[in-house]
């Protein structure tokens, strides 16, 4: 039997909105890839989460996307978010990385020493 691949192009990662310490779940990045057969998208991070992966078809190939969702919170700061992709036509997993910014609200500055994360005032 001959099976064909379509090898998948980079997967695209797409950020969400700004995150924001005290915020509900709120989507943190979504990852697209294209591929036939239908790639895999799973996330690595150590920060929890929930992803939730939807797929749909085209007349050739098919697209998969995950969007991460998050509760954002100081500690998230400055964590890495990965995507990655496997497919029977790659070699290896391909991998885009995105490091999380979480913005903390003050009312005023905090004492002396770097802030835990970004500061809005």
Known sequence: NLHLFA???LPIL?????????QGRTLAASCTAEGNPVPTVTWETEIRGVSNTQESSHSRSASVTSEFYVVP????????????VSHPGLQHLK?????????CR??????????????LL
């Open 7 to 9: 090898v998948p192009p």
């Open 14 to 22: 797409n950020l969400g909105p700004p995150l924001e310490e005290g």
């Open 73 to 84: 919170g100081r500690s998230m700061h400055g964590k890495a978010l990965t995507c990655v």
């Open 95 to 103: 991998r885009i990385t995105h490091t999380l910014s979480v913005a």
């Open 106 to 119: 003050y009312l005023f500055s905090p004492s002396p020493g770097p802030p835990p994360c970004l500061v």
